[in-house]
């Protein structure tokens, strides 16, 4: 066995690359899972039962379906669809998105629906709306409670961009294979990887276990 | 824009195969995990302080590599670092089952921590050893608040299966993958898969559900 | 029992119900309720456990809406829309078996919330009535708090604050002092009596008899979701006409 990490300090401008992309990907889908996930969870609780029902056929594809294959059916499926090119890095992110809009959306139903009705109805009976109870009475209680959640939510996206390299976009999982694959060093630029992978994750898994302790439900 | 299904027609013994290496893979890690993740649990809750470390060390790990980078280095890594080498289904197996027991593992730890700590002062008071306070006292209890996120733990492996495609694993998504180059016909194969993988992984998403609905009840203090 | 011998029987009634129904699912919560309440009048409305007074009570600002027959305020039917009910709403106070403060505000901007969300009263005006209630309910030193640092009965005193804050016409009591401890009952039944005593139009639904005998003025008797008997407080405890509610009253240890 002889090994030459000297290979991962020459290519580390690649890495770092791979680095980045993976961070854009992670804030750029969340960025859009946010609002989408809100977007279905007010689907999901409106009265419209069209509405409604739309919503959570689109969260229950979602959750059951992998999200490779996701990836892989909108790298094939997209272009033939709508007949606009797009390049692997916006496919990769529309997969992402879908799926971690789905995802808060029944972070963010959980949420409000944990907060007792009773609460609704006190505000109601003072003569709020539904939408001022909803924005100054239930809103700021559950966010405490999905802001937990939506962090661990965070640290799976990140993980799962990883996904997109097999469709040949630019993340720290690709390029660290390219690398591997130009270099032959197999051991030492898949150790990286996963080193650089760890380097990022676990501040941020730390960083959930705070958020968890902080905002832990207390009745 | 016209559809041809005849490959996946032509093909679907293939497939089907496929889909057997997916449930059995699934099944398999599920049985791995759950028992690996519960002695990891175990030992680092009740565990002698030197082995905590470590321990945490390689759930945390877990839960900042992607499942990808655990797999690809599983089979790719290893065999270099140890002279062994994995044909791709066991390496599957074994780099799945790492990563999911560190999951069962925190699952354990937050259920075995949410028993008051009064059951076991009232167990120990009684005269009972700590091995059979955990046992008889705290692991049932701890056991029915875990369960919801056990069930969870089958959905999350079968699309994780489909991930072993990276490494040529000959599981149904990465002979979906083969199938569509050779047919040309990627639209077609991948609707099918989706259409495959929802269900399965549906009714099992739903049984998920059902436990949690009838036995969360049980575990609340 | 002739309507112009109750307590403001001479004026026009605040509430009347006729003839009510409420099911849920099967189950008939209210079957066919009629009675009335006029102004200045205490009514107290007790029996046993599911037997419809909430439900009532929660039919009067339309938290539930009734499936049959007729509830009125001020001589108009509820009106069916969300938007004009919650202006009636405005005109009535409630208060609930578990407070349900508002847990991430303080006890001050709990009080506020009404006048300003609903009123949009100016803060200083808002903040002004609030002060004024706490201390008439006795926790003028408790505005900075939050509900959390609160004893039940402080928190009950709070959320009779917070719905006098909108000066309601009628105040609605859904068993106010159930889930108290028995040491800050008192103080909450205190604050209640001092409210009935100056005139307040109020409807409580609950299981403290010597209240009801010393402050209501009209007592309405449930069981299964009908009204079994009614009448003032002497003759339901001391007289009652009806077996069923000698029966309920002695089950209650109700000896005088």
Known sequence: MNLDWNVVWQHRGALAEGAEVTVLLTLLTMAIAIPGGVLLALMRLSKSRLLSGASAAFVELFRNLPLILVVYWAYYVMPVLSGLEFSAFTTGLIALSLNVSAYNSETFRAGIASIRQGQTEAALSLGMSQFQAMRQIVFPQAASRILPVLASTWVSLFKDTSLVSVIAVGDLAYNAMQVRAQTYRVLEMLTAMAAIYWVMGYPQAKLVDWLHRKYGISE | MEFDFSPLLESWQFLLGGLGVTLLLALLTVLGSLLLGTLIGLARCYGPAWLRWPLVFYIDSMRAIPVLVVLVWTYFALPILTGITFPPFWAALVALTLHIAAYVAEIVRAGVQSIRPGQFRAALALGMSWRQTITEIVLPQAVVRMLPAFASILSITIKDTAIAAVIAVPEYMQRSQTLAGQSYRPIEVFSVAMLVYFLVLFPTTRLVDAIYARVAHLGRS | ??????????????????????????????????????????????????????????????????????????????????????????????????????????????????????????????????????????????????????????????????????????????????????????????????????????????????????????????????????????????????????????HLGWSG
């Open chain 3, 1 to 250: 029992m002739t309507p112009s011998g109750r307590k403001g029987g001479d004026t026009a009634p605040v509430l009347t119900y006729r003839n009510v129904r409420k099911l849920f699912g099967q189950f008939v919560a209210l079957n066919d309720v009629s009675m009335q309440v006029n102004r200045g009048e205490v009514v107290c409305l007790i029996g046993p456990s599911g037997s419809g007074k909430s439900t009532l009570l929660r039919c009067t600002n339309a938290l539930t809406r009734i499936d049959g027959g007729e509830v009125r305020f001020d001589g108009e039917p509820l009106p069916p829309d969300e938007q004009r009910m919650r202006k009636i709403r405005q005109r009535m106070g409630m208060v609930f078996q578990n407070f349900e403060l508002f847990p991430h505000k303080t006890v001050l901007a709990n009080v506020t919330s009404g006048p300003l969300t609903v009123l949009r009263m100016r803060p200083e005006d808002a903040r002004r009535r609030a002060e004024a209630l706490l201390d008439k309910v006795g926790l003028a030193d408790k505005a900075a708090a939050y509900p959390a640092n609160l004893s039940g009965g402080q928190q009950q005193r709070v959320a009779i604050a917070r719905a006098l804050a909108m000066e309601p016409e009628v105040m609605l009591f859904d068993e106010p002092t159930s889930a108290l401890d028995p040491e800050t009952i008192g103080e909450v039944l205190n604050v209640m009596k001092k409210l009935a005593e100056e005139g307040m139009t109020m409807i409580v639904v609950t299981h403290e008899m010597t209240f009801a005998r010393r402050v209501a003025h009209w007592v309405v008797v449930f069981e299964r979701g009908g009204i079994i008997e009614q009448g003032p407080p002497a003759q339901i405890f001391d007289a009652p006409q009806v077996d069923r509610t000698r029966d309920f009253l002695g």
